[in-house]
C-alpha cells in the first residue's frame, strides 16, 4: 500500500466545471407545523462543503494529488467560504468571478441522517455568459496529467468539446462526469463516468449485462470515446473499452447512508490515480473501492489514503486460506493495488511430499503473493485413474494452506485451470516437469497481459506416484 500512497504524490489534476457550495442545515423534528403538512426541524448546526466540480478536487487532493480547479462563481460570500475551505484543503483555484451571477448553492435540511428538502440557488442561464474559463484552461493545462470535466449542467461547461479538443491536442487524458441525454457533447473524450440511469436515457434500457456492454462498446466507437465506466449502484461498476475489453467490479458499500457527491468521489479517484501512472483498470479499482467508502458518510464527502488502506486491507489478511473465487478475485486485486507481484500454480496435490514443499517455495521466491489452483476429487480421477485422488479436495486444500509460502488456494472443476487462470490473470504463472511454455494451460493469457511463465523442474525420485508405489510393495 506504500506504493501507491508515495504515487499519488507527483500526480497534478486539472478540474473544470460547475463549482457549487453544498450548504447543511441540521436539526431535530417533532412536531408538524400548523401551517402546513411539513415537519418543523429546530436548526441547530449548519456546515458548509464545496460541492460538485470542488467536491472532485477535494477527493484529488484527499488522496495526496495536486488539483487545480476552474470555475465561476458569484461575487458573494457563498464564493469566498468555497475558495477559503478549498484552499484550506491544498486546491489551486482559479474562479472567474462575476457581480451578476450568484454563486452556485445547494440547500439541504436534514433531521436523524434523512434529507428532508433540498433548495438550488442557481442561474444557469447567466453561469454560460460569463466566459473566461477557456483562457484560463490553456494556462493551466501544460502542467497537468488528466483533465476532468465536472458537468453539472450549470453552465460552465456549455461549450464542453472546446475543452476536450484542447485537452486531446495536448495529449492530455479527458475524463467527464457527464449530465444529460446528449452524450454528443463529450465526443472525443477519453473516458465517461455515466451512472446506469444516464446511460439508459442515451442508449435505452439493458436487460442483461452482455447487452450493457454491447450497447456500451457502440457508444464508445459512435463518439470516439477512449472508454465508459457505467456506475450501478449496488450492482458496481462495469468499465468498457473501445477496443472490446469488459471489466465488471461488485460494489463494495457495507451500508449506505447518502449516495450525495459518490459520482465526484469516482471520477477524483480514476483522475488521480491515472495521473499518479496506475492503468485504467486498477484506477477503476481504487475508484469502486472509494466509492464504497463515501456512501456510508452523510453529504458529499471525500476519501482518505487511510480509509483506502483499511479498506484494501479487508481483502488482504484472511485466516483462511481457502477462498471462494469470487473472494480470491478481490484478494487479487488489493494486493495488485499495492504494488503485489501475483504468482500462480496448479496440480492435483494428492499426497504432499519433499519434492512439492521445495516447488512451493520456489514458486512463491518468484514474487509476493502465491496461488495454487487444485484439481477437484473428479478431475483427479479423470486424470489419474479412478483409483486416486487418495486424498480428498478438504484435506489436499487444508494441507497446502497450511504451508508458510502459500497465500491462497483454490479448486476447479475443470481438467485445466485455463479459465480460472484468464479469470485471475497472475503475474507469473508457474509449472513444475519438462514442459515448453506454449504447452501449460493459460500461458498464452498471462504472457498477453505483460505477465512471464516459468517452469521449474521437480526433485528427483520425488513424487507421489513413487510414493503410493512404495506403500504398495511394503504391503504385497
Same mark, same amino acid.
Given at each position: 500500500?506504500?506504493?501507491?500512497?508515495?504515487?499519488?504524490?507527483?500526480?497534478? %489534476? *486539472? $478540474?473544470?466545471? !460547475?463549482? $457549487?457550495?453544498?450548504?447543511?442545515?441540521?436539526?431535530?423534528?417533532?412536531?408538524?407545523?400548523?401551517?402546513?403538512?411539513?415537519?418543523?426541524? +429546530?436548526?441547530?448546526?449548519?456546515?458548509?462543503?464545496?460541492?460538485?466540480?470542488?467536491?472532485?478536487?477535494?477527493?484529488?487532493?484527499?488522496?495526496?494529488?495536486?488539483?487545480?480547479?476552474?470555475?465561476? &462563481?458569484?461575487?458573494?460570500?457563498?464564493?469566498?467560504?468555497?475558495?477559503?475551505?478549498?484552499?484550506?484543503?491544498?486546491?489551486?483555484?482559479?474562479?472567474?468571478?462575476?457581480?451578476?451571477?450568484?454563486?452556485?448553492?445547494?440547500?439541504?435540511?436534514?433531521?436523524?441522517?434523512?434529507?428532508?428538502?433540498?433548495?438550488?440557488?442557481?442561474?444557469?442561464?447567466?453561469?454560460?455568459?460569463?466566459?473566461?474559463? $477557456?483562457? !484560463?484552461?490553456?494556462?493551466?493545462?501544460?502542467?497537468?496529467?488528466?483533465?476532468?470535466?465536472?458537468?453539472?449542467?450549470?453552465?460552465?461547461?456549455?461549450?464542453?468539446?472546446?475543452?476536450?479538443?484542447?485537452?486531446?491536442?495536448?495529449?492530455?487524458?479527458?475524463?467527464?462526469?457527464?449530465?444529460?441525454?446528449?452524450?454528443?457533447?463529450?465526443?472525443?473524450?477519453?473516458?465517461?463516468? =455515466?451512472?446506469?440511469?444516464?446511460?439508459?436515457?442515451?442508449?435505452? =434500457?439493458?436487460?442483461?449485462?452482455?447487452?450493457?456492454?454491447?450497447?456500451?462498446?457502440?457508444?464508445?466507437?459512435?463518439?470516439?470515446?477512449?472508454?465508459?465506466?457505467?456506475?450501478?449502484?449496488? @450492482?458496481?461498476?462495469?468499465?468498457?473499452?473501445? /477496443?472490446?475489453?469488459? &471489466?465488471?467490479?461488485?460494489?463494495?458499500?457495507?451500508?449506505?447512508?447518502?449516495?450525495?457527491?459518490?459520482?465526484?468521489?469516482?471520477?477524483?479517484?480514476?483522475?488521480?490515480?491515472?495521473?499518479?501512472?496506475?492503468?485504467?483498470?486498477?484506477?477503476?479499482?481504487?475508484?469502486?473501492?472509494?466509492?464504497?467508502?463515501?456512501?456510508?458518510?452523510?453529504?458529499?464527502?471525500? %476519501?482518505?489514503?487511510?480509509?483506502?488502506?483499511?479498506?484494501?486491507?479487508?481483502?488482504?489478511?484472511?485466516?483462511?486460506?481457502?477462498?471462494?473465487? !469470487?473472494?480470491?478475485?478481490?484478494?487479487?486485486?488489493?494486493?495488485?493495488? @499495492?504494488?503485489? &507481484?501475483?504468482?500462480?500454480?496448479?496440480?492435483?496435490?494428492?499426497?504432499?511430499?519433499?519434492?512439492?514443499?521445495?516447488?512451493?517455495?520456489?514458486?512463491?521466491?518468484?514474487?509476493?503473493?502465491?496461488?495454487?489452483?487444485?484439481?477437484?476429487?473428479?478431475?483427479?480421477?479423470?486424470?489419474?485413474?479412478?483409483?486416486?485422488?487418495?486424498?480428498?479436495?478438504?484435506?489436499?486444500?487444508?494441507?497446502?494452506?497450511? *504451508?508458510?509460502? %502459500?497465500?491462497?488456494?483454490?479448486?476447479?472443476?475443470?481438467?485445466?485451470?485455463?479459465?480460472? $487462470?484468464?479469470?485471475?490473470?497472475? /503475474?507469473?504463472?508457474?509449472?513444475?516437469? /519438462?514442459? *515448453?511454455?506454449?504447452?501449460?494451460?493459460?500461458? /498464452?493469457?498471462?504472457?498477453? +497481459?505483460?505477465?512471464?511463465?516459468?517452469?521449474?523442474?521437480?526433485?528427483?525420485?520425488?513424487?507421489?506416484?513413487?510414493?503410493?508405489?512404495?506403500?504398495? *510393495?511394503?504391503?504385497?
Amino acid at each position: 500500500m506504500n506504493q501507491i500512497v508515495q504515487s499519488f504524490e507527483a500526480a497534478h %489534476v *486539472l $478540474i473544470v466545471g !460547475d463549482v $457549487i457550495l453544498d450548504r447543511y442545515w441540521y436539526g431535530s423534528t417533532g412536531r408538524i407545523s400548523p401551517e402546513a403538512p411539513v415537519p418543523v426541524v +429546530h436548526v441547530k448546526n449548519t456546515e458548509d462543503r464545496p460541492g460538485g466540480a470542488g467536491n472532485v478536487a477535494l477527493n484529488v487532493t484527499s488522496l495526496g494529488a495536486a488539483a487545480t480547479l476552474i470555475g465561476v &462563481t458569484g461575487s458573494d460570500s457563498e464564493a469566498n467560504t468555497l475558495q477559503q475551505q478549498l484552499l484550506a484543503r491544498q486546491v489551486h483555484c482559479v474562479f472567474t468571478e462575476c457581480k451578476d451571477i450568484k454563486t452556485v448553492t445547494k440547500l439541504r435540511v436534514l433531521s436523524q441522517q434523512q434529507q428532508l428538502i433540498r433548495l438550488d440557488f442557481e442561474d444557469p442561464a447567466s453561469m454560460q455568459q460569463a466566459g473566461g474559463l $477557456i483562457a !484560463d484552461f490553456k494556462a493551466q493545462l501544460q502542467t497537468a496529467d488528466v483533465v476532468v470535466l465536472s458537468d453539472y449542467a450549470k453552465g460552465a461547461l456549455h461549450d464542453a468539446q472546446a475543452f476536450i479538443s484542447l485537452a486531446r491536442a495536448a495529449d492530455k487524458p479527458v475524463l467527464v462526469d457527464p449530465k444529460g441525454s446528449d452524450f454528443s457533447r463529450y465526443r472525443g473524450a477519453s473516458l465517461i463516468t =455515466p451512472n446506469l440511469k444516464e446511460f439508459e436515457a442515451v442508449v435505452g =434500457p439493458s436487460e442483461t449485462d452482455e447487452e450493457l456492454a454491447s450497447k456500451a462498446i457502440a457508444l464508445c466507437q459512435s463518439l470516439e470515446l477512449g472508454a465508459l465506466l457505467v456506475t450501478r449502484s449496488e @450492482r458496481g461498476m462495469t468499465l468498457v473499452e473501445r /477496443d472490446g475489453s469488459i &471489466t465488471h467490479l461488485p460494489a463494495k458499500a457495507r451500508e449506505v447512508f447518502d449516495v450525495t457527491g459518490a459520482g465526484d468521489t469516482v471520477i477524483g479517484t480514476l483522475a488521480a490515480s491515472l495521473a499518479a501512472g496506475h492503468s485504467l483498470v486498477h484506477a477503476t479499482a481504487l475508484a469502486n473501492t472509494a466509492a464504497g467508502i463515501v456512501v456510508g458518510h452523510v453529504g458529499a464527502a471525500s %476519501v482518505t489514503v487511510q480509509e483506502l488502506e483499511a479498506a484494501l486491507h479487508e481483502f488482504v489478511v484472511d485466516s483462511t486460506k481457502s477462498l471462494s473465487e !469470487d473472494e480470491l478475485v478481490k484478494a487479487v486485486e488489493a494486493a495488485r493495488l @499495492r504494488g503485489e &507481484t501475483i504468482v500462480m500454480t496448479n496440480g492435483c496435490f494428492d499426497i504432499l511430499h519433499a519434492g512439492h514443499v521445495q516447488y512451493l517455495d520456489e514458486a512463491r521466491s518468484l514474487g509476493d503473493r502465491l496461488i495454487i489452483a487444485v484439481n477437484d476429487d473428479a478431475s483427479v480421477s479423470r486424470l489419474k485413474g479412478p483409483q486416486r485422488p487418495v486424498n480428498t479436495l478438504q484435506n489436499r486444500c487444508r494441507v497446502l494452506a497450511a *504451508l508458510s509460502s %502459500v497465500d491462497w488456494v483454490i479448486p476447479f472443476s475443470e481438467d485445466t485451470p485455463q479459465r480460472i $487462470i484468464e479469470r485471475l490473470i497472475p /503475474d507469473v504463472l508457474v509449472k513444475g516437469g /519438462d514442459y *515448453l511454455p506454449e504447452q501449460i494451460a493459460g500461458a /498464452d493469457c498471462v504472457i498477453e +497481459h505483460g505477465g512471464s511463465v516459468r517452469v521449474l523442474p521437480f526433485r528427483d525420485n520425488c513424487s507421489t506416484s513413487s510414493i503410493i508405489a512404495a506403500i504398495q *510393495l511394503q504391503e504385497s
